[in-house]
């Protein structure tokens, strides 16, 4: 074994995740109609009873390799194809052991072994071993991989073996955090994913509660119960099967036509008509509408134009009209309902006064530019509340809506002014950290709104690598919150609000089920009923 070093992001790493949280860009070829290993088509063998069928509402436009997907829905069928050492549990994101037996020891500061659970087997019937963890963690580290995990764990610096079923890790500075974090790398079979990446990419092959059968890219993914799973939570059912509908409309018509069992994604607009024997629920997220400013533009580069263009939303009444009360004002980067919840020092309330003063005295008075936004349908119901709130303060905003891959392409190339977005990088881990550093450390700052050489950007650095090496937890969250107030202050990029993500189910049909915070649907100890 030849340990690896962590990567730090390049710009490939970020093209390839960037619809990840957003609308997905890449396609991967040959993944239209593939069958896993002993694949059956649509049959079924082992595990739970009944079949599951769910409605996803984004098309298959990526492929399955845990190390580099990029899309929600393959992202969501990992969560039941694949573990970790740790998992995060899919309604709550507190992490929790999965292969491991327990969460990872610390020898001392810098150290820290894991014991796999004896007997676990991927879904072709070979041993978990030792070898198979250290080849997971050395292909996400490998900068020649470009694996949008590597990021999330530069903290490593070598992976070994002990026996067949210990593996230490060893960190190049302390990470209190180390325990949960290592849930964004899923456990790969190294003969299999070794031997034939692309291959794996599009028929993956996990240790998890379901195994892969087919996937036709607009149509559907087929999983089926694994027998031999020994793991804690295994299959309550004997197939999933989504389908996959992006049309929202048809997406509702198949829960109440009783074709599929639950939805993501309801449209806000239908929240109120899902009635009788169906259920929806509305789940806080930390899925934010974000505005970054191009700094490096002179019009922006005064943080009072920036703060200024904050004051002038009016949210309440976006949140209100154009989300149907589905999404929470932000008074701090994370929702009111994280556990490292911080109100920052800045909390941006409708003051069209004040954001006259502050353009006034920034000597912005004629203010006027271009705002890219993302063609989701709820950015697009935002679109105009914006421009009416800013006109209102005489800020004249030309709006230019496109999808989301030719928006960053522009904003790549550094020909850009502002964005509106929306972001979540919650879908790979829930502490603030990880969130904190997504859009506040290395590529976004330095690369997409030009804040790198900003003294209060080299603050943020700072007290966010001394954080991550705090092991005391109120100390952690105290520098958590010198960041929010700082990165609240500066409004380079900075939330408006936090939406709230509307999930439906038919009652009675399921067992166990409960909507999620991300996007996307999980089946784990969810049982047909």
Not at 453 to 465: E, I, M, R, T
Request: with cysteine.
């Amino acid at each position: 074994m030849s340990p690896r070093s962590a990567a730090g992001v390049d710009r490939r790493t970020f093209m390839r995740y960037t619809s990840a949280i957003g609308v997905a860009t890449a396609v991967t070829a040959g993944l239209s109609a593939c069958g896993g290993p002993g694949s059956t088509g649509d049959g079924a063998s082992g595990g739970g009873t009944g079949t599951i069928e769910a409605g996803l509402s984004y098309p298959l436009s990526t492929g399955f390799d845990p190390m580099i997907t990029s899309g929600a829905t393959p992202f969501a069928a990992n969560m039941h194809i694949f573990e970790g050492l740790v998992d995060l549990d899919p309604a709550t994101l507190v992490a929790r052991p999965a292969l491991a037996t327990g969460m990872p020891q610390k020898i001392n500061a810098t150290t820290y072994r894991a014991t796999l659970r004896k007997g676990a087997t991927f879904h072709d019937g070979s041993a978990v071993t030792a070898d198979d963890v250290v080849f997971s963690f050395e292909r996400v580290l490998d900068p020649g991989n470009a694996s949008l995990m590597a990021q999330f764990v530069p903290f490593i610096d070598q992976v070994e073996a002990v026996d067949e079923s210990t593996v230490e890790f060893r960190l190049k500075h302390p990470f209190a955090l180390f325990p949960s974090r290592i849930s964004v790398v899923r456990v790969v079979p190294k003969r299999i994913a070794g031997a034939d990446p692309k291959a794996f990419d599009a028929e993956p092959v996990g240790s998890g509660p379901y195994r892969f059968v087919s996937a036709v890219r607009e149509d559907k993914i087929v999983m089926e119960a694994y027998d031999k799973y020994n793991g804690p939570h295994p299959a309550k059912a004997k197939k999933l099967v989504w389908r996959l509908i992006s049309d929202p409309s048809a997406r509702v018509s198949a829960l109440k036509s009783g074709r599929v069992q639950a939805i993501e994604d309801v449209p806000y607009i239908d929240v109120q008509g899902i009635t009788g024997k169906d259920r929806v629920k509305s789940v806080q997220s930390f899925g934010l509408l974000f505005l970054m400013f191009n700094t490096a533009d002179k019009r922006f580069a005064d943080k009072r134009v920036r703060q200024a263009l904050h004051y002038a939303l009016d949210t309440e009444k976006i949140i209100s009209t154009a989300l149907l009360g589905n999404a929470e004002a932000a008074d701090g980067y994370v929702p009111a309902t994280h556990p490292d919840h911080r109100k920052a020092a800045t909390v941006y309330r409708h003051d069209p006064d004040r954001a006259r003063k502050l353009l006034a005295e920034a000597g912005a008075g004629k203010l006027s530019f271009t705002l890219l936004l993302t063609d989701n349908g709820w950015v697009k119901d935002i679109a105009p509340l914006i421009k009416e709130s800013w006109a209102a303060v005489g800020v004249e905003a030309k709006l230019d809506i496109q999808q989301s891959a030719a928006q960053y392409a522009k904003i790549d190339k550094g020909d850009f002014e502002a964005l509106a977005a929306p972001g979540d990088p919650s879908v790979f881990g829930n502490d603030a950290d990880l969130l904190l550093r997504w859009f506040y450390y290395g590529f976004w700052p330095e690369k997409r709104y030009g804040w790198a050489g900003s003294a209060a950007y080299k603050q943020v650095k700072s007290l966010l690598d001394k954080a991550a090496a705090e092991a005391d937890g109120a100390r952690r969250g105290e520098l958590w919150g010198q960041v929010t107030d700082l990165v609240a202050d500066e409004a380079a990029l900075y939330p408006v609000l936090h939406r709230k993500l509307p999930t439906a189910w038919r009652e009675g049909a399921l067992t166990g089920f409960e909507p999620l915070p991300t996007t996307g649907l999980s089946f784990i100890d969810v049982g047909r009923a």
